[in-house]
T-cell receptor, first 113, second 115 residues
Framework: SQQGEEDPQALSIQEGENATMNCSYKTSINNLQWYRQNSGRGLVHLILIRSNEREKHSGRLRVTLDTSKKSSSLLITASRAADTASYFCATPGFAGNNRKLIWGLGTSLAVNP | GAVVSQHPSRVICKSGTSVKIECRSLDFQATTMFWYRQFPKKSLMLMATSNEGSKATYEQGVEKDKFLINHASLTLSTLTVTSAHPEDSSFYIC???????????FGPGTRLTVT
């Protein structure tokens, strides 16, 4: 089954630096989503980029999508300690007749003050 | 945004007992709910998909008799881990989606520890 893969798996940076995480996927998609998970907590939806979009911004987040390479990147600019979390990409799939999300392995981001 | 709650947030139980975890959509009708399991520092593993009023669809390798899912109403789904064993210790997360909605909302997760 399709599975997104993020790299790097772990990233440690200093506050104020930019953090870039990448995600690759295997099949054709109509959108790709990024989520954030604080340690031991649920997931929060960050941003959705559609297959006909190449770049999307939301605050300090910038997401790119390259459907020819089946990859996406999430850039967090001017990082803060509060950005410390795991970040996952997810793409649509199907479980029987139900739409589901196919999850990447995640990138663990540590922003050091 | 929409809110999904889970209860309990943490539970410790003895081996051989059963544990029920509730997932509720608080401000929308969740026609579809998903149950995930997550191991430490790992991604989410989809266990099953449930539609209100029908049987859950389980992912390959997930024992339906061990992980009982009931989606009895449009705001509540329950996951019961039957005859729990230490290897069932994990973080369980539910998500919910309303009819015609693309967005999926996640609960805060339940940490299950089986001793």
């Amino acid at each position: 089954s399709q599975q997104g893969e993020e790299d790097p798996q772990a990233l440690s940076i200093q506050e104020g630096e930019n953090a870039t995480m990448n995600c690759s996927y295997k099949t054709s998609i109509n959108n790709l989503q990024w989520y954030r998970q604080n340690s031991g907590r649920g997931l929060v939806h960050l941003i959705l980029i559609r297959s006909n979009e190449r770049e999307k911004h939301s605050g300090r987040l910038r997401v790119t999508l390259d459907t020819s390479k089946k990859s996406s990147s999430l850039l967090i600019t001017a990082s803060r300690a509060a950005d410390t979390a795991s970040y996952f990409c997810a793409t649509p799939g199907f479980a029987g007749n139900n739409r589901k999300l196919i999850w990447g392995l995640g990138t663990s981001l540590a922003v050091n003050p | 945004g929409a809110v999904v709650s889970q209860h309990p947030s943490r539970v410790i139980c003895k081996s051989g007992t059963s544990v029920k975890i509730e997932c509720r959509s608080l401000d929308f009708q969740a026609t579809t709910m998903f149950w995930y399991r997550q191991f430490p520092k790992k991604s989410l593993m989809l266990m099953a998909t449930s539609n209100e009023g029908s049987k859950a669809t389980y992912e390959q390798g997930v024992e339906k008799d061990k992980f009982l899912i009931n989606h009895a109403s449009l705001t509540l789904s329950t996951l019961t881990v039957t005859s729990a064993h230490p290897e069932d210790s994990s973080f369980y997360i539910c998500s919910a989606r309303g009819a015609g909605q693309g967005a999926m909302y996640f609960g805060p997760g339940t940490r299950l520890t089986v001793t």
